[in-house]
Each structure stands twice: as C-alpha cells, then as structure tokens.
C-alpha cells in the first residue's frame, strides 16, 4: 500500500470517521496498556530496572564504535558472517547478494521493523524472490498488502471478520469464518508449508551481546526459530542500537520487553543464535541508516535507546484513537515520531502528540519521548519548515520556541506555558490535539464531534491541507 | 568500507560518556518451597504446566502415549521415544512429542533455558526439536530453579565454547494477533508441560 502524503491532522481526520471503530482500536490498545500496568506493578524492582535499562543503553550508545567492533570479533570467532550497510539501500544489496549466492527462491521473514523501513520485501520481490512474512499479524497485513500499524501487534488496526474475510479470500477458509483459533490454525498449518519449503531465513534482532557475539531473537509464536532453524542458510538484520554489552545487560532489558509490550513475564522464545547449524551459514547485518546521524544531537541520540516494546504506542492518546497510519512514517506512535519523523514529507507528525508524558512514564528504558518530540518540532521552527498550515504562526513563535531557556527548564516548563501563555502563540506547539490537556477523557464524544463543537476552524484548515495547500 | 564509515560517524556523537552500571546486586533470594511455587504459577500464566510425579510420571506418560501411536522423540536419557533424531530437521515435523532436557527453569517467568548440546542424538543434533514438535515435554532438575533472569545468566554465566544456540523457553506457543485474542499453539508446540527431577 502507498503511503499517502498528507498530515497527520488529516489522516487522523479520516480515521476518526469511524466512531466506534475508533473506540474499539483505542480500546484494544488500552488492554495492553493496562496488561503491562499489572506485569509492571507486580516487580517491586521496576523502577530500579527501568533505571538501569536506560544507563546501560546510554551507556552502550555512548561507547557504540567499540562495542560494535568487540561484538563483530566475537561474531568473527563463531564463524559468523558480518556485513556492514551505511543505509536501507545497501543492506538490501546485501541480502540481495547473499541470497542470489544460495540460489534463495523462498525467503521466510520474521517480524523486523528494521527491514520494513529499509523497504527489503518489494526490493526482493523485484529480483524475483519471494519473500513470506511470518508472524501471524505480519501476514496477514503482507496478505492485505498493507504497512504494519503497531510494532508489536501489527494488525491492530484489522477485526477479526476482515481478517476471516483475508484469509476465505487468499488461504480458502470458510467462508464467514471469524474465530481466531480457527484462523490461527489455518494460519498455523498455511505457513508450516512455507518454512517446510524456504530456502533461507531472516530474522530481526533484539538485543546483540557484544561479548558473546551472538544475537537475541524474542517472539511469541516460534516463527523466528521455525524460520532459522530449517534451511542451511539463516540472516539476522539488525540497527546499530542493538547492541548490549553482555549477558546481564540482557538480563535486565529482557526482564523488561515482554511485560511493558503486552504484560507477558517474558515472550514464548527469547532465542540466542551464536553460530550456524551444522553445515550451515549465519549471517549478520549491521545496519546504520540514519542512526549514527540521531546521535550527533543528544537528545534525538536517546530515541535509541529503545527497545521496540511498544509501550508507547499503547499509552498514546493520539496513537490510539488516530491509528498506526495516520503518522508518515514505517514506525508509528511517540517512538516513530521520536526516529522516524524526517521521513514525514508534511513535517506534521511530531504535532500529532499532546506532550502529555505518558509515553516517557511507560518506557522501560526511559526514552524522553515528550523531549524528543518537542525537540524535533524546534528543529523544524529553527529551519523554518514548520508544517503545512502551521507556518503563518512562525513570526509569533519562533523565538519563543527556539528559546534555550524554556527548553533547558525542560519539559514541565513546557506545560505549564501551555497552561498560562496565549493560545494563539502555543497552537504551533500543542497542535489539534492539545485538545487532549483539557479535555482528558471525552466520554460519548469522538474527537471530530468534539473539533466541530469546541474548535471548528481546525477542521476547516485540516480539510483545506488535504488538498497539499502549503 | 561501510564499516569505517560508521564507525568514523560514531566519533562525531554527541552522547555524553555513561558508566555502565553495577548489575550484581539486583534480584531476589528465594527459597526452595517459593522458588517452585513461583515456577508453578508463573508457568501457568505463560500457559505451560508444572506436573507432578517427577521422571516416573512422564516414563508412563510416554509409554501411553506410544501405546496410543503417538510418535515421540526422547533426548531424555532413561525416557522411552519411538523416534530419532535423523540428518533432516525437516523429517522431525511429524513429531508429536518431544521430551528434552533443559538447563535451568527461572521462577519469575517460567523459562526453560534449553541448549544446542541438549539437542542432540549421537552424531545427529537439531536446533528445531523444541519448535517443530506437536507437544513439548521439559525437564529440569529441581535443583536447577533460579529465581529470576539475572541469576539465570549468571549461571549461563559466560558461554561456553561450544554452545552456538540456546533458547529460554516459556509456555507454549501463542499469538494474540487476531483482535487480541490469545491463541495457544502458533508456529511452535501447542503445549508445554515441564517435569521436575
Ligand atoms: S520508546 Fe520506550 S516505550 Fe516506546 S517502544 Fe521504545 S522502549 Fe518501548
């Protein structure tokens, strides 16, 4: 599926036609959020983890180049292959490369937001490979041609009377079938097919361990070792901020991952490769694209200390009554706007959040995610390139947002300026969806109902920007 | 190439210098008694099963199952299987059960750690065992119950040499993929029941 350019108002518009659609898919993710509150609450160390989770990424970060080189000596030793890519483009060269030397036909994937936002499957694809994505909500979406929309649970956004509908259509289901353990055992027995007769598989990573030169794979379905453990040939693709110095640093992150994602102890399979099969080849790509640039600005740096759990897609009041596709860019959420939102060709989506902190307040490793986003809007105050439609408010606010002052106080300086300044030199900051800060649960009213009532010039200037009016 | 390339961009970060943490302090002793009813509870919500009667409950219980035409794999030593382990991994998907050794069991989330070594028949190993099968079977010495992930790896401590694969198994397999709905048996076992020794 194309991506649409236009802002995150108007794809948040659309979105929230659907009322109670929109209910429901706040809802589900509200599930998680309060499955993780529970898992979270039941450690009385979680605070102390979630301290030592951030000081171990930063400090990973902070001495990246040698434990990226400790950890290819060690991958070295294991008789693992390491490739080195500067960006999207060439880590598909790469695979591309290694694939074509096995004569690879069927490649099975299993999830990687690393490789959807290097674009790896249509690249593949052109070259004749097919490429069978296999985590459950991962193929489903493959099937319906569409992105992911959460990281985590990446149909989300699908009911399960579309997906019977998917899945009658593509894997011949009965028709009107809708119960998920059916669907899942059709599933289950459609793609125990495809890793029976893959040629090789590939795997995103979630932790690497420098001293071990090995790589930690987590899911909750298996797919990963069903995919890595059948063909001679298995790949890992990993971002550069995978890294964890050693087993103990993956200790205390693993602790983490599963229960602030979806309330789990633990996933299903946390799954340590270091080294081929018998007879087999490992191979393993480090991939920079743009994560090395993040750093040279210490406070976009911090948005990799992440570690994809998805917590903050979950907590997100603008996330989860906009949707995963409502933001520009592969990775939706606070996290996608805090990495990925230079993708956004309409600069919009770090307005698409209320600052309200939640998303800092969940996060396992402490990503000030709120910081984060505020900073990037100031980026695009200071370069002039504010979004469509917020521009005509850059004479008013540009000191006051490039102010070093306001931002060193930090964040809670921030809030208490969107409480007392003037509303109209804080719109380009708080954006629509400061609605959120004064109207903290909106029951019986959905955000559009409540936008005509309270402030229908935004939905005048949304509809008006949909039609690329800058 | 892209290697010094990415290493020479990392020169140029502005992440400020952090020491690494001190991690040996953190966790929970527990005793014996709280180390295995942990273990019991935390193996349920991951939907696994502890069951009682130790190594003679599951010799029987694989008996029956061969009686009933089950296939079963045993990597365990002393627990009758009806299968070995052959050069395919592929040839193991008619496997219904698999009995296989773990390492240790971790209380707080009810993992097994399961090593690439225990994987093994003679001269014929299979990394794909404990996911290809129908139905795992897990054993853990009694002994071997840590009461949380940091103690787990401090005795995984340092790997050895040899070991290039190992997995923390927790439950069966599952998904929630489809509108939240948890489904137990994805891609890998439909069900897991661990024997304490
Ligand atoms: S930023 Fe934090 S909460 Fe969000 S996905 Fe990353 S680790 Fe999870």
Known sequence: ?470 | MSKQAILDALKTSAMADVAMPELKSIGNQLSQVELESRLETNLATVAGKLEPGGIEALKAHTQSLMAQGKVVLSLVDGVPGNRELTASPHALADVDFAVIPGELAVAENGAVWVTEAALSQGEQAARIAPFICENLLLVVRRDAIVADMHQAMGRIGKLEDELGFGVFIAGPSKTADIEQALVVGAHGACSLALYLI
């Open chain 1, 1 to 470: 599926m194309e991506r649409k350019v236009q802002t995150h108002a108007k794809a948040a518009e659309i979105f929230c036609r659907d009322e109670s659609r929109v209910d429901w898919h706040s809802k589900a993710l509200w599930v998680l959020r309060e499955k993780r509150d529970r898992a979270a609450g039941s450690l009385p160390e979680w605070e102390e983890l979630r301290a030592l989770g951030s000081q171990i990424k930063l400090h990973t970060l902070s001495h990246l180049g040698q434990y990226l080189e400790t950890f290819e000596a060690n991958c070295l030793k294991r008789g693992i292959q390491v490739h080195w890519a500067k960006d999207g483009a060439e880590h598909n060269r790469i695979a591309l490369e290694i694939l074509r030397r096995h004569q690879v036909k069927k490649l099975v994937k299993s999830k990687s937001m690393l490789t959807e936002e290097c674009h790896l499957n249509p690249f593949l694809e052109g070259h004749g490979i097919e490429v069978i994505d296999t985590d459950l909500g991962e193929r489903i979406i493959q099937l319906n041609h569409q992105p992911p929309s959460h990281i985590v649970v990446p149909a989300i956004h699908m009911k399960k009377e579309e997906v019977g509908e998917l899945f009658h259509d593509k894997l011949g289901t009965p028709k009107g079938q809708s119960d998920p353990t059916r669907l899942t055992r059709a599933a289950r027995a459609h793609l125990r097919e495809q890793f029976l007769s893959a040629d090789a598989a590939m795997t995103g990573v979630n932790m690497a361990v420098a001293s071990e030169g090995a790589v930690i794979v987590c899911t909750n379905e298996g797919n990963a070792d069903m995919g890595a453990n059948l063909p001679k040939l298995q790949l890992h693709s990993m971002g550069i901020d995978k890294i964890v110095p050693d087993m103990d640093s993956a200790a205390v992150l693993l602790r983490m991952l599963a229960r602030n994602a979806t309330g789990q102890p633990i996933t299903t399979y946390s799954s340590l490769y270091r080294g081929a099969k018998a007879g087999g080849e490992m191979h393993i790509i480090i991939v920079d694209n743009g994560r090395s640039e993040m750093m040279r600005d210490k406070i976009l740096g911090e948005a990799l200390k992440c570690i994809r759990c998805g917590g903050c897609l979950n907590t997100c009041p603008v996330y989860r009554r906009s949707g995963g596709y409502s933001y520009g860019h592969t990775i939706p959420g606070p996290i996608g706007i805090a990495v990925g939102a230079d993708e956004d060709e309409t600069h919009s989506s770090p307005w698409a959040c209320t600052l309200c902190g939640s998303c800092s307040f969940v996060c396992p490793t402490k990503v000030p995610l709120d910081k984060i986003i505020f900073h990037r809007r100031r980026l695009y105050a200071e370069r002039g390139s504010l979004p469509y439609g917020k521009g005509s408010y850059m004479p008013l606010v540009g000191r006051f947002m490039a102010s070093e002052t306001l931002l060193n106080t930090g964040m809670a300086a921030a809030r208490t300026a969107l409480a007392i300044l003037p509303h109209s030199l804080l719109k380009p900051m708080s954006g629509a969806w400061g609605k959120y800060r004064e109207l903290p649960t909106a029951p019986g009213s959905s955000f559009e109902g409540w936008l005509k009532k309270n402030r229908p010039e935004l939905l005048v200037k949304s509809t008006k920007n949909s039609k690329g009016e800058n």
